[in-house]
């Protein structure tokens, strides 16, 4: 039987989901044998694994899923949900939101379809700054409207949308039973996670054009970040051909180069979270002020 639906690539993200599980279990298991000091830095590279898994293991799980049985899909999306703290399938609504909208500006009535455009709460039809993007999304998120809008259309997938997030909270109280100084130690890195996800998210479409497909996302075309990210880089090029899988992104952003630069598509010289150190960024925000 055929177990991966796409490319037997699939099996590096799939390995790196089940380690940073365990990674997760040992931040709390390993807590009272190691000094204070290592689990702060053990904290920083949970909080950074948060981002990392959101935007390239559980992202690209979204776009193609990565096995051919669907109860492995399920199995696999819950094993998403504990470890990166809520529920896949309430992430795959949202993403796929935003891809309706591409990080679209608001209409008369002040609207975006996409819930996480970082035009959504800006001014005079500008991003948001970068800093109450980052840390203000993480409170922005209506888990009632999303779980209604997803049993409107697919009530079964709400439901196992609701297992999910139960699933995770289960697994919070689990640890805490286990020791609640480890679990409330690491609660602000679980923030902090979610907020690096959020700033690597601005960065992707800061100087995109809401208005030209080809341009929609922002690319960063470094091979060891999009190694490490497996594709995550090729932003632009995922947001004008979604459902190309992760090991072909490179392939497609050869083939619509030339298009991509007569359409003014943006590229950065970092990784999309430290797009606030990008030269290119900086340029532009020159030419504005000028």
């Not at 799980?61 to 199995?75: M, V």
């Not at 970040?225 to 952003?253: M, V």
């Not at 050869?254 to 943006?266: C, D, P």
Request: charged letters at 15%.
């Amino acid at each position: 039987m055929k177990i991966f639906a796409h490319s037997k690539w699939d099996l590096m993200p799939v390995l790196a989901a089940i380690g940073h599980l365990a990674f997760n279990l040992y931040l709390i298991i390993g807590f009272e044998s190691r000094p204070l000091w290592m689990s702060v830095v053990l904290g920083v590279l949970y909080a950074v694994s948060i981002s990392w898994n959101i935007n390239s293991i559980s992202h690209n799980f979204i776009h193609t899923p990565y096995f051919k049985p669907k109860w492995i899909n399920y199995g696999f999306s819950l094993l998403e949900s504990v470890t990166i703290g809520f529920s896949q399938s309430y992430y795959h609504w949202v993403h796929m939101r935003h891809h309706s909208g591409n990080s679209d500006r608001p209409d008369h009535a002040g609207d975006t379809v996409d819930l996480l455009s970082i035009y959504k709460y800006g001014k005079n039809g500008q991003p948001e700054n970068v800093l109450s993007y980052t840390f203000l999304s993480f409170f922005r998120d209506d888990l009632g409207e999303i779980h209604r809008a997803i049993a409107s259309k697919r009530p079964g997938f709400a439901r196992w949308a609701r297992f999910e997030l139960a699933a995770f909270v289960l697994m919070v109280v689990l640890a805490l039973i286990y020791d609640w100084r480890a679990t409330f130690f690491f609660v602000p890195f679980y923030y902090l996670g979610n907020c690096l996800s959020s700033l690597n998210g601005y960065y992707e479409h800061l100087n995109g054009d809401p208005d030209e497909p080809i341009a929609w996302g922002v690319s960063s075309h470094k091979g060891f970040y999009n190694w490490l990210w497996f594709g995550n880089g090729y932003h632009a090029e995922h947001h004008y051909r979604p459902k190309t899988h992760w090991t072909k992104l490179k392939e497609l952003h050869e083939r619509i180069r030339a298009e991509q630069v007569a359409a003014g598509t943006h590229v950065i010289g970092t990784c999309h979270a430290l797009g606030f150190m990008a030269r290119e960024n900086r340029r532009v925000e020159t030419t504005h002020v000028s």
